[in-house]
């Protein structure tokens, strides 16, 4: 676990967050009903963004570290979503994008490298993404799908408009 949150959009810090929390705690970034952005941990709202998505979102992530991975990592859409969107949540589908990152069981991991240049997509609209954090230096969360073609190959923390990050040592950033 970890006991504080940074706060980051863009590449920009916007808040720390004091407080602890378990790697089992699930994590969540979602569109509220007003169409903010809302950084959430176990089910309690931790931040909400000022910055507003301009269009629709979907699931990425970026990856530092060798031996990372994510648990548990479900997407969700809207009652009333268009057919490519999950209607309900559901656990990442295999038909998710990646480079240098495996999904397998439920579980996405890093097998090899080092530094900002593995990334993963779910190349759909979504409302939400429901994750456990299990290990180091991974930045899940959203992007704006209009991008995801200028971001192929080129995905890192800084190209993520709202997500969060693991840290080694149990420190949680959120970007």
Known sequence: GGTYLDFFESGRHVKRWRGSWPTSSVMQVRLNSGGQ?????????????????????????????HRSSLSDVKVCGAAAAP??????????????????????????YRQSGSGWNAFTWYPVS???VTFKCSHNHIMPGFVHVASKA????????????WGFCCRPGGTYLDF
């Open 83 to 108: 057919d490519d969107m999950p209607k309900d949540c559901v656990t990442l589908p295999a038909r998710s994008g990646s480079t240098q990152v495996t999904l397998k069981d439920n579980r996405l």
């Open 37 to 65: 952005v809302e950084y959430v941990k176990d089910d309690t709202v931790l931040h909400t963004s000022g910055k507003r998505p301009t269009g629709p979102v979907m699931f990425a992530s970026a990856w530092h570290d």
């Open 150 to 161: 200028s971001l192929n190959g080129r995905m890192n923390w800084p190209t993520m408009q």
């Open 126 to 128: 979504i409302k939400s």
